[in-house]
């Protein structure tokens, strides 16, 4: 019993339950000649708030499905698979593990991050998981007297974070590696657009290492811990970007 919830509390794991019920409810009610991987992932993406789910498992339950059953149809060379896997590590890097999809800041979300940073002195910024470093590239163009580093796990956004920041070496760094590892002590600010499932780690983190009267900022919130500041982002995505001094005293919910 302890194991299976244990299993249950990994995306991967309830997304296995919703294909242990979909793809077997689709099979007994598909009407006879038509595909039943296109039901299956229908039944696959209502289920996904049911288990409680981030969004962008609605894209993959959308097409998984229905690209594999393709791909079988074709009969494709294993090596298709191995390079399709190959790119997926290029670009995700070890997400089993770390938790952290891809999420990409808007450019409304970047100019809201942008009023947060303090204007009458230079700081010190972090972006812990800066993908292809389009909030470094940004801000740091716009403060030229501040130093602004990115640190990315996954090897081809660590690539495109680094070409993208390659005009502005003397104020901004990329570094690859994992923010674990990484001390928060030298920063004023830094900025966590990550994942829910990591939040409460980086708080206790932030807590930890942190100068008093620093900032945390991320799109996501910390479980049972509120903000100082929340600023809402009009952009298509509905951001909220949540806003922590640390060492300050938090008031309402």
Same mark, same amino acid.
């Given at each position: =019993? ?8 990994? &995306?991967?794991?309830?997304?296995? +339950?919703?294909?242990?019920?979909? +793809? ?17 992932? =229908? ?31 074709? @009969? ?68 030229? @007297? ?5 640190? @990315? ?56 290492? =942190? ?11 910390? &479980? $049972?811990?509120?903000?100082? @500041? $929340? ?11 949540? +806003? ?10």
């Amino acid at each position: =019993m302890h194991t299976a919830r244990q299993i249950l509390k990994a &995306p991967i794991g309830r997304a296995g +339950v919703i294909y242990s019920l979909s +793809v077997p409810l689709a099979l007994a009610v598909a009407p006879r000649g038509l595909p039943w991987e296109f039901l299956a992932a =229908m039944f696959a993406l209502i289920l996904v708030p049911v288990a409680r789910l981030g969004p962008w498992w609605l894209v993959i339950n959308a097409v998984f499905l229905p690209a594999l059953t393709t791909a079988l149809t074709l @009969e494709l060379s294993p090596l298709w698979a191995l390079g399709a896997l190959a790119a997926l590590v290029l670009l995700y890097g070890g997400i089993w593990r770390s938790r952290v999809p891809i999420f990409f800041s808007s450019r409304r979300a970047q100019a809201a991050l942008a009023t947060l940073l303090p204007s009458d002195r230079s700081i010190s910024f972090l972006d812990v998981g800066c993908g292809d470093g389009r909030v470094l590239a940004r801000l740091a163009s716009s403060r030229p @007297e501040s130093r602004f580093e990115g640190i @990315e796990h996954a090897l081809g956004l660590w690539l495109a974070a680094r070409l993208r920041c390659r005009r502005l070496r003397k104020q901004c760094r990329v570094l690859r590696g994992n923010l674990w590892s990484r001390t928060l002590t030298q920063y004023d600010v830094v900025y966590a657009f990550l994942s829910p499932a990591v939040m409460e780690r980086l708080w206790e983190k932030a807590q930890r290492e =942190m100068r008093p009267g620093t900032l945390l900022v991320s799109a996501f919130a910390v &479980p $049972h811990v509120s903000a100082h @500041e $929340h600023i809402e982002v009009a952009d298509v995505f509905g951001t909220r970007l949540h +806003v922590w001094r640390i060492g300050a005293d938090r008031k309402g919910p």
